[in-house]
């Protein structure tokens, strides 16, 4: 249902006002917010460079974004990429209808490149395991040069680490998580999902027990209203996702595994574990949040994929 019409409105605030809407009412992530941006920054610059003259985005055709979809196809970006700029360009048109600034929308009828099929990737458990125990191990190392070394970052790496794996958590509410979220006895964590939307998931003693021993190592544990863990205890300020990156990518070369490996890849193992231990598509799905359950069913695939491979090395009739 569109809103009133916001005339006083100028069509050159429309993307801030849009930007200001992801912000503040969808409580968009970071991520979200900046791929956006960019997206519409480029449509913009190569609408002025193509046509000599600035966007007017109320006079925009279907066939303007045809060739824009064609000119990204010239530079061989990935269906991904693609797929990421009009998703973009489709939001922020939705937002003009709403507003009642358009009335249809040109970027909906545009036919894009199918999406590949990629299965996620995971580690096993194995490596799993061997990455948990990296952060202390490697403190171990540190130990035994006699220099005196704080406990608290190999700590609280190891805890970030376990509390992602344990509840399969995204990069952002991993980084939101405050302390009164976490109810230990219960072995639940509340989370603040994407946007604004929250769940329950369950956490693992060995995750509570590595928040535990971190907290007990700082000066000062956090308060119900702080954030579980910090990136600085001086500033009390919350670790960051650059920050989570970091640290993994170091522990991922310590363990022999590949540096490139994000911190979302730790959900897809836990995603993966779970089914193949036998857990149900709805509740991995709940507890991911998931919206579409087609989201989650693509873990199915990677559990089928290794099934077929075990069976195709092992029978002897295969």
Known sequence: VPEPKQNSLSPADWPGQFFRFLSNEKDASVYTQRNYRQALDEFE????????????????????FRLFLRQLGRRELSQAA??????????????????GLVESSPVKDV?????????????????????????????????????KVSQVP??????????????????GEICRMLAGEIEPDDL?????????K?????????????IRLYWERLAKPPALDEP??????????????????????????????????????????????????????RSVQEM???????????YTHVTTERIKRAYDEAHPRA
């Open 154 to 171: 190999s700590l609280r790496d190891r805890a970030i680490l376990e509390t992602i794996y344990s509840c399969g958590l995204r990069i």
């Open 228 to 281: 579980v863990f910090f990136a600085s205890e001086k500033k009390r300020s919350a670790i960051y996702p650059r920050l989570v990156q970091l640290r993994l990518k170091k522990y991922l070369t310590v363990c022999g595994l590949d540096p490139t490996l994000t911190p979302h890849k730790l959900r897809h193992s836990y995603a993966t574990h779970m089914l193949d231990a036998g857990a149900d598509l």
């Open 198 to 210: 929250e769940r329950q998931v369950p956490i693992g003693r060995a995750a509570v027990e590595a």
């Open 82 to 99: 693609i797929r990421l700029r009009f998703s973009a360009l489709n939001s922020f048109y939705k937002f003009l209808m709403r507003r």
């Open 45 to 64: 610059q190569w609408y002025r460079d193509t046509n000599e003259s600035p966007v007017r985005w109320s006079e925009l055709e279907r066939n303007d």
């Open 288 to 298: 991911l949040g998931h919206a579409n359950l087609t989201t989650t069913q693509v």
């Open 188 to 196: 639940v964590v509340n989370v603040h999902g994407k946007g604004k």
């Open 111 to 147: 036919t894009l490149p199918k999406p590949a099929k990629r299965l996620p990737q995971f580690l096993t458990i194995d490596q799993m395991n061997a990455l948990l125990d990296a952060p202390m191990r490697e403190l171990s190392v540190k130990d035994g040069t006699k220099r």
